[in-house]
């Protein structure tokens, strides 16, 4: 079982839709959450943390379920450059090495 | 935020040969760095964990003996691929820690392509 599991998409949808992604981690000990944003052939680049009261950026709304170790991403209103990779990240528990574990990325397209 | 450089940003080489990848923390002092490859359609996985003035930590699967990792100060750490093959052709990419355990910041990455 991966460590952080996400559906790969790819996920097309038309601007201005409303879009969710989903990811569930394996480690409970983990205390750190966040999404990163990596568009092609380019590093990856800090979306927003997450927290347990959820959290909102704008167009971007952050949830945790640390119950069910579960986190979301919503993204309201796409648009075009919203057009990415979406990496659900989450420390390593179990160092204190500040050690972040990748999950595999949901591809988003936006289409016109 | 806090700047982190790579170099060289790609790279190409034959087989056998040796290169390096510099990652450099711009405006701040990192104690940590983090050394990540990713193949096409994957993540990101660490390959080792890099702390200045002492060997670094490397990830089960990675061969410290190929993989050379060098952090002489605060700002500067280099991955030294050693007899590179195609199989090591992927994107290498660095990252430092700010002080705060948590907060990485990414260096743009290195694309070595291996003949």
């Known amino acids: 079982r991966k460590e952080v599991e996400q559906d790969p998409g790819p996920f097309n949808v038309p601007e201005g839709a409303t879009v969710a992604f989903n990811c569930t981690y394996s480690n409970s000990a983990s205390q750190s959450f966040f999404w990163y944003r990596q568009d092609c052939r380019k590093e990856p680049k800090l979306l927003m943390s997450?927290?347990?009261s959820g959290n909102e950026d704008g167009r971007f709304t952050a949830q945790l379920n640390r119950a069910s170790q579960y986190i979301s991403l919503l993204i309201r209103d796409s648009k075009l450059s919203d057009s990415a990779t979406y990496l659900c990240v989450v420390n390593d528990g179990s160092s204190n090495t500040g050690k972040l574990i990748f999950g595999q990325g949901t591809t988003l397209q936006v289409k016109p | 935020g806090a700047v982190v450089s790579q170099h060289p940003s790609r790279v190409i080489c034959k087989s056998g040969t040796s290169v390096k990848i510099e990652c450099r923390s711009l405006d701040f002092q990192a104690t940590t760095m983090f050394w990540y490859r990713q193949f096409p359609k994957q993540s990101l996985m660490l390959m080792a964990t890099s702390n200045e003035g002492s060997k670094a930590t490397y990830e089960q699967g990675v061969e410290k003996d190929k993989f050379l990792i060098n952090h002489a100060s605060l700002t500067l750490s280099t991955l030294t691929v050693t007899s590179a093959h195609p199989e090591d052709s992927s994107f290498y990419i660095c990252?430092?820690?700010?002080?705060?355990?948590?907060?990485?910041?990414f260096g743009p990455g290195t694309r070595l392509t291996v003949l």
């Open positions: 990252s430092a820690n700010q002080g705060r355990l948590d907060t990485q910041y």
């Open positions: 997450v927290y347990s």
